[in-house]
Structure formats: C-alpha cells, structure tokens
DNA sequence: GTAGCGCGCGCC
DNA sequence: AAAGGGCGCGCGCTAC
C-alpha cells in the first residue's frame, strides 16, 4: 500500500491511504510521526508518499526510525515534467500542470517548498490560505521550523501523487518510468541515511597527511612555511620580487614577463614549459589546493565526531547524477582518503563499478561485439584484444573520445576505428549528438531527458538563420551547436549510468537490511553512526560509480557478496538477457586508501 | 561590503 | 597524453 504524509490543519500531520477516500488513517501532532510511521512501517510496509525526502526524512532518522520505500514527489515531478515520453500525455492535460521545484538546501535553508508564483495563485493544488495557515501557526515541536515543508497539505500531496501516477501510465514506457521514479526515490532516502550516518573519519590520520605535506599548522591567516617558501623561490626565478603567486593574473603577467609564453597558469600547460621558476610552482600549486581544499579549516568545519557528513543532493544534476554540498565531497583527493577509517571492530567494503560508462553504451546500443569486448575482463584489455587499437591507453582515450565527443587530438584519430569495430555503440551517441545540435532533447533509458538548450543558443542559432547574418555569426552559432551535442551525446550515457548506478544502491540497500536482519547481531560491536545504523552494515558514501558500506567486520564477506549481486541486479533491471556484465573492483579493507584506484 | 564571475583543480 | 562530458569549491578580482 501508499500512505501520503503532509499536513492536515493548524499543526498536524495527516497520514492518507490514497486508494480509498474516507478520511485520513491517522492525524498526529509532528512530535509523534516517528512514532506512527515506524508502527505502519512494520505492519504496512508502504511507499510513503511525501513532498521531499530531504525535508522528512533526515528527522524520522533522528528519531531512529528507517522507511524500506517512498515516492518522492519533487524528484518525480522534475523527471516526469521534462520527459520526452510524457511529452503527449501532458498535451492531454492529466490534471494541471503543478511545478514542484526543488528545495534549497534542507538544513541551513529552512526554505519553504517553493511554489511558483504563477500556479501557486489560483492552483487548487495549493490553498495557499491553507499552507499559511498551516505554517504560520505555533508548532508544538521545536524541530518542525517556520514555513516548513509539513505545511504542504496532504490534498496537494494526494493531487499531485494521482497527477504523477496518471502521467506515468498514460507515458510512452509506464515501466520504466515506474523503475525510474522509484529509483530515484530510493536514491533519495539512501542520500539522506549517508548524510545521517556520515563517513567515519580519523582526524589525527588527516593531520598526519598535512604535516608531512605541509608542515606544522601555520597561524590563523598565515601560510604554511613550506608554502611560503615556494613562493620565495618562484618570485626569485622569475624576477619578479612582489608577484602575488595566487592572483592568475598576475602570475601570468609575471610569467610572460620571465619569457615563458603561456595562455594560462594551468599545470598542464606550465609543464610543457622548461623554465627554473616552474618546478617549485607547480609544487606549490599543488600544495596551495590542499592547504585551502582539505586543510585544517577543513578539518575544523566538517569533521565532527569523527564522521564526515556532506548534504548530498540526489537528482542534483540534469544527468540524474547526484550533486553534493558542503565539504567537496566529490573530489575527495586521494592522499586524505587515509583518514577514512573504519569504526573498530568494523570493515570498509569499497566497490566500484570497472568501466561502467562503456558497458553502459554497449548495453544501451545492444552492441554485441562492445559487450563482448567487457565480458569477463577488463573492457579495455578487451578492446586491444579484439585488435580494435594497439594499446589499452589508446582503448581508454578512443572510449572517452567517443563519449564525450572527442574531435581532434590522439581521441580523435582514433575514434573512427572504434566506429568500424562497434558501429551500433558509435551510431547511438551519434544520434544523441545531433538530436541536441539542432536543439531536440535526448532521453536516457529509463526516460530522464535532456534540458533545453538555454535562451543565449536559441538566440545564436536564430541570428545565424537570418539573411543578413554575418559569417562569424554562423560560424559562433555552428559552435554552440556542436557544443550542446556533446552535452546529449555524453547525456545518454552518463544519464544511464546513473540510472545503474541508483538500481545497484537501491539492491544493496535492500539486501543489507537482510543481512542484518538474519545475522546473529548481539556480538556485533556498535559502531558510532547512531541509532539507526550502529549495529547493521550501512551505506556511508557514493560516488557516481563507487559505493563504500561501513559493516561490522564479520558480516563483511557477506555484504561483498550482496554488492557484487546488486550490481548483476542492476544490469538484469536495465538490460535484461543482454549479456553485457557490471564486474566490480570491490575490496574489503579498514583504510579506504588502502583500494587502489 | 558583497554578489557574481573566471580560473584552476580535485573527483567521476 | 590530449584539450572532450558532468560536478563543487576557494581564490582573486571586478562591479555594484
């Protein structure tokens, strides 16, 4: 069964059985919803229907109560709203169109659900009377705030949830969408447990890290010595005795002025330079990023009780990959992926997927031959063997050209080989290229699309299409063009990708809470993520194609098995009998800089 | 004083 | 090695 949370009068929650029409199953103050969803959790097992996970799950957590299923509406309205395959069923009118834009950020923020101005007038989803009514009363419970998201009426929530359901069933494929939407929704709790349970993380490990790198922690305000001295050392090189090496612009300057003829201070580019002043530069580059990226400040603002909790973001990108806030948690840097550490008495299962990207494509083209080239061994190993290219770096370079749309370059040259060998693969991101240079929308496998291409291309591609438009008109609209080709042309398959990758956490998610749930628990150390996790394996971070479960150590050969077949799981709900396979590189360890990456 | 932008760079 | 997709963040700098 479905069961729509949302509020219901002055300071209540209303719980609705959506199928039937008699009045709410429960109505309780917010105080008590943990309570009341934990009991028709364990006696109903329902999809909880709610507006946003992010505003109602983090304080069912807190309370220590864990939801198996929901139905997110936001995420569902974003896919569903912007799909291609629901392109005629929303021409037919099912239900007025309610934009349900996504909230800000849920802790800061306190933001409302944002309703837009133009439905929220005179939408009979929204009484806006209501939700005034309904948020601006005194709430009974300090952790409900002003304007909070329980001020959605439960109505609105039923209307939209009947909306979303009929557009799903009137869509072109109502099963994948179905797959799709759930998800997402999976996605969406899974983020919120990471964010609750944290990744455990040893702070004097980190520090370590920075004073071999670093050196002692330099005052407030201050640089690191060692910093300051490559700082010396390059304005001596390059004779210029105030240049202030942080500012790019007059870096630049100063290196033009030395003699070295660069475009940029990038490294890449600083490295094709022979010049004294560029090796202490690019060292001091490096250690400037670590310094301000993942220093002590660092330390001092995430890490807090020895986890590290980043807000995650599911849906946050227009792929349907996940974004972050708060803490770079997307760009971890190897060297301070020391300090993740195990709780004693607990295990790190890191996995993640090889090549998922390329395995998708061939799975998405049912190209048989680039799925052959995968089965049972590295993808690009495959690719040399087949005698496709020479080397597996000329296999890696070809692969990303052709995703990403490689033009010139080695990836470019060898791109056509590819094409000759996986015709299907290479036909399919081709389409999705030119789909979106003549501005059409692309849509992954499960029916996430495209956005479209913003006002500034439309209005180069019209100026170039007027008669007295100039040739650099053409030639700058032509650019946009190709530019947002490469964007739907590596969209399908990122998009995809990401798809996969929410199937094989939504498995995994499942299968560990049987895990804990047969295994004989009282022996089992706590670990320190809190109610809800301390005594079962649990998801502690996500990368796009990487996961990491946080177990206690003896159900750790256990919760690998449960990865590796989530991750077939994934494929099977995707691809069915088509024989591309998802192997993993999965290690069981206590440090997760013991993986190699 | 701060909002917004470009750059550079970390990750996938 | 090459210059091609997606992000977030800190910095310096400019404009308001």
């Known amino acids: 069964m479905r069961i729509a949370v949302g509020a219901m009068g002055p300071g209540r929650v209303g719980l609705v059985d959506p199928s039937v029409s008699s009045g709410p199953l429960e109505t309780v103050a917010p105080h008590e919803l943990a309570g009341v969803v934990q009991a028709f959790e364990s006696s109903h097992h329902p999809r909880w229907v709610w507006a946003d996970t992010r505003r109602w799950y983090p304080r069912l957590l807190a309370a220590g109560v864990r939801v198996d299923r929901c139905h997110d509406l936001v995420l569902a309205a974003a896919i569903l709203d912007h799909s291609t395959t629901t392109v005629a069923a929303r021409a037919h009118g099912a239900g007025p169109r309610a934009e349900w834009l996504p909230a ?45 998201v329980l001020g959605v009426p439960v109505d609105a929530v039923l209307a939209e949830h009947a909306r979303q359901l009929a557009l799903v069933a009137a869509s072109e494929r109502p099963g994948a969408l179905r797959l799709l939407l759930a998800a997402e ?105 670590l310094f301000s990226a993942n220093g002590w400040s660092w330390l001092d603002e995430w890490i807090v009780d020895g986890r590290f909790r980043p807000e995650y973001v599911p849906g946050g990108t227009a792929t349907g990959r996940w974004a972050t806030s708060g803490g770079g948690a997307l760009q971890l840097p190897k060297n301070v992926r020391h300090a993740v550490v195990a709780d004693p008495g607990w295990s790190l299962v890191v996995a993640d997927a090889a090549q998922l990207e390329p395995r998708v494509l061939a799975g998405l083209a049912h190209d048989e031959a680039m799925a052959a080239a995968g089965r049972g061994r590295d993808f690009y190993s495959g690719i040399v063997g087949a005698g496709v290219v020479q080397t597996r770096d000329q296999a890696k370079v070809a692969i990303l050209g052709a995703m990403y749309g490689a033009t010139s370059g080695e990836s470019g040259r060898l791109v056509p080989r590819l094409a000759r060998a996986y015709p299907r693969a290479m036909a399919l991101v081709d389409r999705a290229a030119a789909e979106g240079e003549r501005g059409a929308g692309v849509t992954t ?34 650019s946009r063009a190709r530019d947002w080709g490469r964007f739907t042309r590596n969209f399908v398959v990122q998009g995809t990708a990401a798809e996969w990758a929410l199937c094989w956490m939504a498995g995994l998610r499942s299968k560990l809470v049987t895990i804990a749930s047969t295994a004989a628990q009282p022996s089992v150390a706590a670990s320190r993520s809190g109610s809800a996790f301390e005594r079962m394996p649990h998801l502690v971070y996500y990368l796009h194609d990487e996961i990491i479960v946080h177990t206690p150590t003896e159900l750790a050969e256990q919760v690998a098995g449960a990865v590796t077949d989530a991750a077939t799981g994934a494929g099977r709900l995707l691809f069915g009998d088509f024989p591309v396979e998802f192997p993993l590189d999965l290690a069981i360890v206590e440090s997760y800089a013991s993986v190699d990456a």
């Not at 306190?110 to 309904?134: C, G, K, M, N, R």
């Not at 499960?446 to 439309?458: C, D, I, Q, T």
């Open 104 to 148: 800000g950020p849920s802790e800061a923020g306190q933001a409302a659900l944002v309703v837009p101005a133009a439905s929220a007038a005179h939408s009979a989803l929204f009484d806006l009377d209501d939700f005034e009514i309904a948020t601006d009363a005194p709430m009974p419970e300090q952790a409900v705030g002003p304007r909070d």
């Open 185 to 289: 929704s999976a996605g969406a709790l899974i983020g919120a447990e990471l964010h609750a349970a944290g990744l455990p993380w040893h702070r004097e490990v980190h520090e370590r890290v920075l004073d071999t790198e670093l050196g002692p922690r330099p005052a407030p305000g201050r640089k690191p010595a060692r910093m300051e001295q490559l700082a010396a050392e390059v304005r001596a090189m390059l004779g210029a005795p105030t240049v202030n090496v942080d500012s790019q612009v007059d870096l630049l300057k100063a290196l033009r002025g030395a003699g070295i003829q660069v475009e940029s201070t990038s490294r890449w580019e600083l490295g094709e330079h022979d010049h004294p002043a560029i090796e202490p530069l690019v060292a001091y580059k490096k250690l400037a990023r």
């Open 445 to 478: 496998l499960l029916g996430r699309s495209s956005p479209p291409p913003g006002a500034e291309w439309r209005a180069a591609q019209s100026l170039a299409s007027q008669p007295e438009a100039t040739a650099a008109d053409e030639r700058r609209a032509r």
